[in-house]
């Protein structure tokens, strides 16, 4: 058991919290047995589970390294307030593109409750694939990872340059919707394609101006009350189930 966090191997999870470390590492972590379960359940790849002294361990957790720490050296590296004293170190896995006809596109998203809960959203849906353009939130934010609730592992989400990806996905017989608050025609009455992109932007700004003018449809949702507008990740849930039918 290890029992200091001064441990090499600890600082070496302990790091993974920032961004830069998972990116050379090519791992992040995954906290609480449903997502470690999720995890074993995909074909993404545990390195490597780490228990908490005095936590259950799953049975399928004899199929990996399994490590047990000590209370203080768990909460050193997790990130929530109550861990449920079980976590997966898990490596980063490059998407298939294949047989996608419904693709989520996601500009400049900076609430990572947002990102995972529009990730979890469009796996529930059916979407095939999630597109996430430059300046987004890091997917692999342990906020993120938490709100998409596993489905990280089960859709395959892509980091692209949408300037370049909207064009390509138009070539391939994709009809994109962009969300607009101007310019734009309730969603109800625009045309859904049998290959469908649908592009929603940043929390404050929306989706910005030159992918607006890629996009072959601009949509909106009608307020009947008197807010402003919804937040992002609701009407992208709304607009994904109707494209999905």
Do not use: C
């Not at 693709?103 to 979407?127: C, E, K, Y």
């Not at 990872?145 to 340059?161: A, D, K, M, W, Y």
């Not at 649908?198 to 449809?217: P, R, T």
């Not at 601009?218 to 009407?235: D, M, Q, T, Y």
């Amino acid at each position: 058991m290890i029992t200091s966090i001064q441990n090499a191997q600890v600082k070496n999870w302990a790091k993974l919290k920032m961004k830069k470390f998972r990116v050379k590492a090519g791992l992040f972590l995954v906290e609480g047995e449903h997502l470690v379960a999720e995890v074993h359940n995909s074909d993404w790849q545990m390195a490597e589970i780490i228990v908490q002294d005095g936590t259950m361990v799953p049975d399928f957790a004899n199929q990996y390294l399994t490590t047990i720490v000590a209370n203080n050296v768990f909460q050193h590296i997790t990130d929530t307030k109550t861990p449920q004293g079980i976590a997966g170190i898990v490596k980063v896995k490059e998407p298939n593109w294949v047989d996608v006809k419904t693709a989520l596109l996601l500009d400049s998203i900076q609430d990572p409750g947002n990102l995972g809960t529009m990730i979890r959203t469009a796996d529930a849906v059916g979407f095939d694939a999630v597109i996430i353009g430059d300046h987004s939130v890091d997917l692999y934010n342990n906020k993120t990872i938490r709100s998409t609730q596993g489905s990280l592992f089960h859709i395959p989400v892509f980091h692209e340059n949408l300037a370049l990806k909207i064009p390509s996905l138009q070539e391939e017989g994709f009809t994109v919707w962009a969300t607009s608050l101007e310019n734009a025609q309730p969603y109800k009455k625009a045309i859904v394609d049998n290959k469908m992109g649908l592009l929603v932007g940043n929390e404050g700004n929306g989706v910005d101006q030159s992918l607006i003018d890629l996009a072959d449809y601009n949509v909106n949702i009608p307020i009947h009350g008197k807010a402003e507008s919804l937040n992002v990740s609701v009407a992208a849930g709304i607009l994904m189930y109707h494209i999905s039918g």
